[in-house]
């Protein structure tokens, strides 16, 4: 089973500011990641897929890097909106799926 | 409109069995397969298990094979979680969603949250 951590488990961000996010898979999942954001009450919602590649209707203050381990995702300029908690989710061990602890991001 | 409804909130006593559903529409159903995702109390997101409605070819994560079992009815694109034997520890927020191997999970249903208490 590919274990997926998520670092910090929690960031403070003044709205404006940039909030790097973290993933580490235990083997590589190639470029195989997904992130999602869910707020308090609602379902999930898809952010990134294939490491790097914004779903559907995601402004482009978001982004995500990275292949093989280690991902990245970064939010250039914090919005109300975006104070959330983020997934990462690897799929390349098709169809057996694993999500990471997610990481809370707080207004500061 | 791609959509996955689910079915209502349930509460059940331990013992008890349960059957929740996920209904599909606006994309033809039997080309993606269907996870499901338990979310408990003030916690992070679980992956339960999948199934791919075109041939009823079925995954679990280890943790869940053997407690949940999930089916389908292709004739009406609905998926199914079901428990024989409820425990409290079952009470959570489940989750469908629609899953490929490009886009990862890209629509989730709106959640049914089961509440398991004597």
């Known amino acids: 089973e590919i274990v997926m951590t998520q670092s910090p488990a929690s960031l403070s961000v003044s709205p404006g500011e940039r909030a790097t996010l973290s993933c580490r898979a235990s083997q590589s999942v190639s470029s195989n990641l997904a992130w999602y954001q869910q707020k308090p009450g609602q379902a999930p919602r898809l952010l990134i897929y294939s490491a790097s590649t914004r779903a559907t209707g995601i402004p482009a203050r978001f982004s995500g890097s990275g292949s093989g381990t280690e991902f990245t995702l970064t939010i250039s300029s914090l919005q109300s909106e975006d104070f959330a908690v983020y997934y990462c989710q690897q799929y390349n061990n098709w169809p057996l799926l694993t999500f990471g602890g997610g990481t809370k991001v707080e207004i500061k | 409109e791609v959509q996955l409804v689910q079915s209502g909130a349930e509460v059940k006593k331990p013992g008890e069995s349960l059957k929740i559903s996920c209904k599909g529409s606006g994309y033809s159903f039997t080309s993606y397969w269907i996870a499901w995702v338990r979310q408990m109390p003030g916690k992070g997101l679980e992956w339960m298990g999948i199934i791919y409605p075109r041939d009823s070819d079925t995954r679990y994560s280890p943790p869940f094979q053997g407690q949940v079992t999930i089916s389908v009815d292709k004739s009406i694109s609905t998926a199914y979680l079901q428990w024989s034997s409820l425990k409290a520890s079952d009470t959570a927020m489940y989750y469908c969603?629609?899953?490929?191997?490009?886009?990862?999970?890209?629509?989730w249903g709106q959640g049914t949250l089961v509440t398991v208490s004597s």
């Open positions: 969603a629609r899953q490929s191997a490009v886009a990862a999970g890209d629509y």
